[in-house]
């Protein structure tokens, strides 16, 4: 074996693939500050990393984190470009780095080791000390790892308190949280909401007021109407990504009507979807073609 010249094209390999990662990261930027990602039929940047890029989700989050960070503070970009710190060491100082001290922190990503720079960064960002983690630990059964103000486990404590006085017993810390987010969802959950509301019987009364619509001059879309998209959607975004799976989001989700009320569509079940904020914005884009939509989503711009 020859190892000198495996050793030489390792050096060659790791030069590409640095040079290759800080084009990447400029790429990014531009696309996310274009929007490029819903041209291209992805509603956010990190769906555009995973999904059309096919990038692991720690990989997209640190290349996002530094790509966003490098528009307040250039010179993050260009300290990856000239090889002084790689990306992880440029993602780790993204919490404390800015403008006034960025001389500083890319200082100690260069010359100091993870421990002495986790160190650093914790001093400086208490916050950072622990990082939020969900680890599964079985098929059923995950970890969870976040760190919280002191006051919020005060709260918590008090929970337990009322919850072990109720079941007249000691409760743990997850039946305590499983108890808050239970509670929560029940009142707060529009599908659970919908749920309940599609069992009971239907009150005539029209002129109940309606939520906060999305196209606001229109007449309100019945609230039983909506109820029942809520539930068929499962509050889920039901766009496609171009890679043919349904948008993953349940945040920031707007009701569309397919066929636009202005051109005589109804407030039908039929007529109406489910979608994210993003993909919902793109399908008022106005070079979108006018057609009713196919539940696929389509370029709308090249
Ligand atoms: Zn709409
Ligand atoms: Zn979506």
Redesign the pocket.
Same mark, same amino acid.
């Given at each position: 074996m020859d190892f000198e010249r495996l050793h030489q094209r390792a050096i060659e390999c790791v030069q590409q693939f640095k040079s290759a990662e800080s084009e990447l990261i400029s790429i990014l930027q531009q696309i996310d500050r274009g929007k490029g990602f819903r041209c291209l039929g992805y509603a956010s940047l990190f769906e555009y990393s995973t999904k059309a890029l096919g990038l692991s989700e720690s990989h997209s989050y640190a290349l996002i984190t530094v790509c966003r960070k490098s528009n307040q503070v250039p010179q993050l970009k260009k300290a990856i470009e000239e090889g002084l710190i790689n990306t992880s060491q440029a993602r780790r100082i993204t919490s404390v780095i800015t403008p006034e001290n960025q001389a500083e922190w890319i200082g100690k990503a260069a010359s100091l080791n993870q421990k002495q720079l986790e160190r650093e960064i914790i001093q400086s960002n208490p916050k950072e000390a622990v990082k939020e983690m969900i680890k599964p630990v079985s098929p059923q059964r995950m970890k969870l790892v976040c760190g919280i103000p002191e006051k919020l486990m005060q709260d918590i404590e008090r929970v337990k308190d009322l919850e072990s006085q109720k079941k007249r017993k000691a409760v743990t810390l997850e039946e305590t949280l499983q108890e808050l987010v239970s509670f929560y969802l029940e009142r707060q959950d529009p599908v659970k909401k919908a749920q309940r509301a599609l069992t009971k019987p239907t009150l005539s009364s029209p002129s109940r007021r309606e939520d906060k619509q999305?196209?606001p001059r229109q007449t309100p879309i019945p609230t039983r109407i909506k109820q029942e998209v809520t539930t068929r959607d499962q509050g889920q975004c039901t766009a496609q990504t171009p890679d043919g799976k349904r948008c993953e989001q349940k945040r920031w989700i707007?009701i /569309? /009507?397919l066929h636009p009320v202005a051109q005589g569509g109804g407030h039908t079940t039929d007529n109406l979807a489910t979608?994210c904020h993003h993909h /919902?914005k793109l399908?008022?884009e106005p070079n979108r073609l006018s057609q009713p939509f196919s539940r696929r989503m389509e370029a709308p711009c090249k």
């Open positions: 999305d196209h707007e /569309h /009507h979608l /919902h399908m008022h």
